[in-house]
């Protein structure tokens, strides 16, 4: 599977963005799907993630009720909407995908197996 992400720009605080990842391969729907993100000098956090199983959601508390993660199995393609974004939510958005994560690890970037090459998100104040 490779996944090319997209939709990062430079946005106003408390402004929307939509993020998309699209992936190929046909194992897409198969895979538990997530987004991370990198802040200039931080370490990869975990954002969000959407099992496949069960479609159960994973947020992080610093997005929680902010962004929302979805997938479209037909068109291949998964989102991440960032509504009310401010300056600390600025940073490189990573794509990641892997078919068997287990559930301990949806947050865990070193359990993901694909990515995708991140999308610049930079909010102003």
């Known amino acids: 599977v490779q996944l090319q992400a997209s939709g990062g720009g430079l946005v106003q605080t408390g402004n929307s963005l939509r993020l998309s990842c699209v992936a190929s391969?046909?194992?897409?729907?198969?895979?538990?799907i997530a987004w991370f993100r990198q802040a200039p000098g931080k370490e990869r956090e975990f954002v969000a993630a959407?099992?496949?199983?069960?479609?159960?959601?994973y947020y992080s508390d610093s997005v929680m009720g902010r962004f929302t993660i979805s997938r479209d199995n037909a068109k291949n393609t998964m989102y991440l909407q960032m509504n009310s974004l401010t300056p600390e939510d600025t940073a490189v958005y990573y794509c990641a995908a892997d078919p068997s994560i287990i559930l301990s690890a949806v947050r865990d970037a070193r359990a993901y197996e694909y990515w995708g090459q991140g999308t610049l998100v930079t909010v102003s104040s």
């Open positions: 959407l099992r496949y199983s069960g479609g159960y959601t």
């Open positions: 391969g046909r194992t897409f729907s198969r895979q538990t």
